[in-house]
């Protein structure tokens, strides 16, 4: 892993020692638990609902929407 400016950690490398020249940020994350995980939301859904939640993501960052709004019409495509 070159990239030493985002927040990606490989916990999964046995043995893997963290540059002293990564961002402070990473080493904090380190120190406080190993590494930072968190699900990613197309593992859980696709289709339809995944195509509305990334179009609608964009939509809330240009003002054209709202998260409500977004999760609405998300939950409304949703299979149950």
């Known amino acids: 892993m070159k990239k ?3 927040a990606i950690v490989a916990p999964v ?8 020249d990564m961002p402070t940020i990473i080493n904090e994350k380190i120190a406080l638990g190993g590494y ?3 699900d990613v ?3 859980f859904i696709s289709g339809a609902p ?3 939640l990334n179009a609608g993501m ?3 960052v240009a003002g054209k929407s709202t998260p ?3 999760a609405a019409k998300v939950e409304g495509l949703m299979v149950r």
């Open 36 to 38: 930072v995980s968190c």
């Open 58 to 60: 964009q939509e809330i």
């Open 50 to 52: 995944n195509d509305a």
């Open 41 to 43: 939301i197309d593992s």
């Open 4 to 6: 030493k400016y985002g």
């Open 13 to 20: 490398l046995k043995g893997y020692k963290v540059p002293s």
């Open 68 to 70: 409500a709004a977004v």
